[in-house]
């Protein structure tokens, strides 16, 4: 039966109901892109930690600090008092997304990718071989790495990788502890580093040193180690004819600018300093050891193709390099949830301009995705918040599809309550943050973060408890 | 070191800079955008946005360019944040094919 009575949906009394599942950059900005619109909105953040922010928690290294800074801006849209934040609350697990799609008029998953790219070389099982992402969620405090190992007495490290997680691999390898001391690394990481016996890192990328996705002020930043020198081989500066068609392409800036870079560091004499190997044209075709690492065998690349389309082909030239640690930084991948359409190829859900849709092109009501879950993961912040934005036009768009009504939040809130899930609220990450900045000062740091889910739980519970 | 419109931004105001800000830094003018220095975090988003590379980060500006960073600075003080992105001005598409890209 049609419903006369009730108030167009988005305008008040019929406030647009949305759940956004992720608390990272790309979940943030689609709460603030309906908080944005013109309509009245009623949005509801679910995150599957007890803490907010993703990968600006725990991704962004923490010696860049002035990029994490974003977070005050995530506050602001967390404190909007629209915007309710669900912690501790796993999409898949404690609730489903078909729940989802019944309490709420739209849903935006932007889940990121919490998965990560396999190099699928002989030997990648081997002891000492770890993905770049296990390294930086490890050093960032992430709860699922917090208990990892790695073997820091190892002397050659090799990371492989062309993109900005690979240099920040390799600057927290290199940097001294001193040099990280004030930061907000996770404390079992920087006693892991104080006894590190690393003097010889190899970046080694199969492209060529203009195709390199490194951002040109990641790289720059190479150059300012104190202890460590980035050395190149002059013989990778010279470029095919098709490379220097890129180079001179004016909409390719980053990659003139990286090469500019590059060749600095290239003029540079060695002066004693550890060195940082940057291998360009190089990849690895497998790896070697009893159980654990001992070598990896390189095979160098040729760039084969026109401009901008360029390849990289094994030229049957192969090197065997001692290393006892290895990093792949080969990017990060979406990982499937239940119900909801993936494109295992990509590593994204299948997706429309962030509409979702099975493998026919079939609508998935009610469903939308922004972030890297959505496009892959490429970008930076930024990126996503442009993204999500798009997302939320879209669904914006499709109001009159989303009109049925919906319970919203108060049917989550009674849900996860009959289930006796711990909800962790804004307000009580705002106790587990103060309690991570006291704890920093005790120790001359920014913060020292909890990580650990049950301490995180229990810092709430103190709070509460003092409320009282 | 902070990032800031240059010239190539007069005229066109193409905005795709604003809605890659992760923190609302780029205010507008009726003839182009500047980035208030105090908000921007240096994460570079909008460089590779901005379709008549109008954005540097400070660093990487030439000497001619320099006084740029003052101008964002005091300018940006002076017009109201934008986040969203407008159309860009009138006679945009013929400036940027003039400036080559």
Same mark, same amino acid.
């Given at each position: 039966?049609?419903?006369?009575?009730?108030?167009?949906?988005?305008?008040?009394?019929?406030?647009?109901?949305?759940?956004?599942?992720?608390?990272?950059?790309?979940?943030?900005?689609?709460?603030?892109?309906?908080?944005?619109?013109?309509?009245?909105?009623?949005?509801?953040?679910?995150?599957?930690?007890?803490?907010?922010?993703?990968?600006?928690?725990?991704?962004?290294?923490?010696?860049?600090?002035?990029?994490?800074?974003?977070?005050?801006?995530?506050?602001?849209?967390?404190?909007?008092?629209?915007?309710?934040?669900?912690?501790?609350?796993?999409?898949?697990?404690?609730?489903?997304?078909?729940?989802?799609?019944?309490?709420?008029?739209?849903?935006?998953?932007?889940?990121?990718?919490?998965?990560?790219?396999?190099?699928?070389?002989?030997?990648?099982?081997?002891?000492?071989?770890?993905?770049?992402?296990?390294?930086?969620?490890?050093?960032?405090?992430?709860?699922?790495?917090?208990?990892?190992?790695?073997?820091?007495?190892?002397?050659?490290?090799?990371?492989?990788?062309?993109?900005?997680?690979?240099?920040?691999?390799?600057?927290?390898?290199?940097?001294?502890?001193?040099?990280?001391?004030?930061?907000?690394?996770?404390?079992?990481?920087?006693?892991?580093?104080?006894?590190?016996?690393?003097?010889?890192?190899?970046?080694?990328?199969?492209?060529?040193?203009?195709?390199?996705?490194?951002?040109?002020?990641?790289? @720059?930043?190479?150059?300012?180690?104190?202890?460590?020198?980035?050395?190149?081989?002059?013989?990778?500066?010279?470029?095919?004819?098709?490379?220097?068609?890129?180079?001179?392409?004016?909409?390719?800036?980053?990659?003139?600018?990286?090469?500019?870079?590059?060749?600095?560091?290239?003029?540079?004499?060695?002066?004693?300093?550890?060195?940082?190997?940057?291998?360009?044209?190089?990849?690895?075709?497998?790896?070697?050891?009893?159980?654990?690492?001992?070598?990896?065998?390189?095979?160098?690349?040729?760039?084969?193709?026109?401009?901008?389309?360029?390849?990289?082909?094994?030229?049957?030239?192969?090197?065997?390099?001692?290393?006892?640690?290895?990093?792949?930084?080969?990017?990060?991948?979406?990982?499937?949830?239940?119900?909801?359409?993936?494109?295992?190829?990509?590593?994204?859900?299948?997706?429309?301009?962030?509409?979702?849709?099975?493998?026919?092109?079939?609508?998935?009501?009610?469903?939308?995705?922004?972030?890297?879950?959505?496009?892959?993961?490429?970008?930076?912040?930024?990126?996503?918040?442009?993204?999500?934005?798009?997302?939320?036009?879209?669904?914006?768009?499709?109001?009159?599809?989303?009109?049925?009504? @919906?319970?919203?939040?108060?049917?989550?809130?009674?849900?996860?309550?009959?289930?006796?899930?711990?909800?962790?609220?804004?307000?009580?990450?705002?106790?587990?943050?103060?309690?991570?900045?006291?704890?920093?000062?005790? @120790?001359?740091?920014?913060?020292?973060?909890?990580?650990?889910?049950?301490?995180?739980?229990?810092?709430?519970?103190?709070?509460?408890?003092?409320?009282? | 070191?902070?990032?800031?419109?240059?010239?190539?931004?007069?005229?066109?105001?193409?905005?795709?800079?604003?809605?890659?800000?992760?923190?609302?830094?780029?205010?507008?003018?009726?003839?182009?955008?500047?980035?208030?220095?105090?908000?921007?975090?240096?994460?570079?988003?909008?460089?590779?946005?901005?379709?008549?590379?109008?954005?540097?980060?400070?660093?990487?500006?030439?000497?001619?360019?320099?006084?740029?960073?003052?101008?964002?600075?005091?300018?940006?003080?002076?017009?109201?944040?934008?986040?969203?992105?407008?159309?860009?001005?009138?006679?945009?598409?013929?400036?940027?094919?003039?400036?080559?890209?």
């Amino acid at each position: 039966m049609l419903d006369f009575t009730r108030a167009e949906l988005g305008t008040a009394g019929n406030p647009l109901k949305v759940a956004v599942v992720g608390s990272g950059p790309s979940g943030f900005y689609a709460a603030e892109a309906l908080l944005q619109s013109r309509l009245t909105v009623e949005v509801d953040i679910i995150e599957r930690l007890p803490v907010p922010y993703g990968l600006v928690r725990f991704g962004v290294a923490p010696d860049h600090a002035k990029l994490k800074s974003v977070t005050a801006v995530f506050q602001g849209i967390a404190r909007d008092s629209r915007v309710r934040y669900f912690g501790n609350v796993t999409l898949g697990i404690d609730i489903s997304i078909h729940q989802l799609t019944e309490m709420y008029h739209g849903v935006v998953v932007s889940t990121g990718a919490s998965g990560d790219q396999r190099l699928n070389i002989e030997g990648e099982e081997l002891e000492g071989v770890h993905a770049a992402r296990d390294f930086v969620g490890w050093y960032n405090g992430h709860p699922d790495c917090a208990s990892y190992h790695f073997d820091l007495s190892q002397e050659i490290v090799t990371v492989v990788g062309q993109g900005n997680v690979a240099i920040d691999v390799c600057r927290i390898l290199s940097k001294s502890v001193d040099e990280l001391r004030g930061t907000d690394i996770a404390e079992h990481a920087l006693d892991a580093l104080a006894g590190s016996r690393v003097r010889e890192i190899h970046l080694v990328g199969r492209r060529g040193p203009v195709q390199a996705k490194f951002t040109s002020k990641e790289l @720059r930043e190479l150059g300012t180690l104190e202890g460590w020198q980035p050395v190149i081989d002059p013989k990778d500066l010279e470029l095919n004819a098709a490379s220097l068609e890129e180079l001179n392409n004016p909409n390719l800036a980053n990659a003139k600018k990286n090469f500019e870079i590059l060749k600095g560091f290239a003029e540079k004499p060695l002066d004693g300093r550890r060195p940082l190997y940057l291998d360009f044209l190089q990849t690895p075709v497998s790896l070697s050891g009893d159980h654990r690492l001992r070598a990896v065998t390189l095979e160098r690349q040729r760039l084969e193709g026109d401009a901008l389309n360029q390849v990289a082909r094994a030229t049957g030239e192969r090197v065997v390099r001692p290393s006892g640690l290895l990093f792949r930084s080969v990017g990060y991948r979406g990982k499937e949830m239940p119900g909801v359409p993936f494109d295992d190829k990509r590593g994204v859900i299948r997706n429309k301009d962030g509409r979702v849709v099975d493998a026919s092109g079939q609508r998935f009501p009610r469903l939308y995705t922004s972030g890297w879950i959505k496009r892959g993961p490429t970008g930076i912040i930024g990126t996503n918040r442009a993204c999500s934005v798009d997302t939320v036009a879209r669904l914006i768009e499709d109001l009159p599809m989303l009109e049925a009504a @919906r319970p919203g939040r108060n049917a989550l809130t009674e849900y996860l309550g009959q289930r006796q899930q711990r909800v962790v609220s804004f307000a009580d990450w705002l106790s587990i943050e103060q309690v991570e900045l006291d704890r920093g000062r005790e @120790r001359k740091k920014v913060a020292e973060k909890l990580v650990s889910v049950s301490e995180m739980l229990a810092a709430t519970d103190v709070a509460e408890r003092a409320a009282a | 070191m902070p990032h800031v419109v240059t010239d190539n931004c007069n005229s066109c105001r193409y905005t795709d800079c604003v809605t890659t800000c992760p923190v609302a830094c780029f205010h507008l003018s009726d003839e182009r955008a500047y980035i208030d220095p105090e908000v921007c975090i240096d994460c570079s988003a909008c460089i590779p946005a901005c379709p008549v590379h109008a954005i540097v980060e400070s660093i990487d500006l030439e000497p001619e360019q320099q006084h740029w960073i003052e101008i964002n600075a005091r300018e940006a003080k002076r017009y109201p944040v934008v986040s969203g992105k407008l159309p860009p001005l009138n006679g945009a598409d013929a400036r940027r094919s003039e400036l080559g890209y």
